[in-house]
Nanobody
């Protein structure tokens, strides 16, 4: 069983930055992939970024060059640094952990980009 706690969301102006955190209840060295997804009102959940246990990263085209995913194994936490935010980035952001064939989700954190 893996519990994930997402935090760091908020209201930011276009062009601003936010850093999201996802704290895991277990040693994340045992988690093969950690990822961020987002879901905007009326839209399906979409992939944002993923980081493997070896540190390999993958990004959605819509966030490449603006978002950076990273992991701190000592703190059992994965981060999503979001820069140059746009109104289209407004969504609930959720962390996902994949371990032993099972996916676990955080509760989500709201990001609103608006002037």
């Amino acid at each position: 069983q893996v519990q994930l706690v997402d935090s760091g969301g908020g209201l930011v102006q276009p062009g601003g930055s936010l850093r999201l955190s996802c704290a895991a209840s277990i040693n994340i060295n045992s988690i093969s992939h950690l990822a961020w997804y987002r879901q905007a009102p009326g839209k399906e959940r979409e992939f944002v970024a993923r980081i493997s246990i070896l540190g390999r990263t993958t990004y959605a085209d819509s966030v490449k060059g603006r978002f950076t995913i990273s992991r701190d194994n000592a703190k059992n936490t994965v981060f999503l640094q979001m820069n140059s935010l746009k109104p289209d980035d407004t969504a609930v952001y959720l962390c996902r952990a994949s371990r032993l064939g099972i996916d676990y989700w955080g509760q989500g954190t709201q990001v609103t980009v608006s002037s």
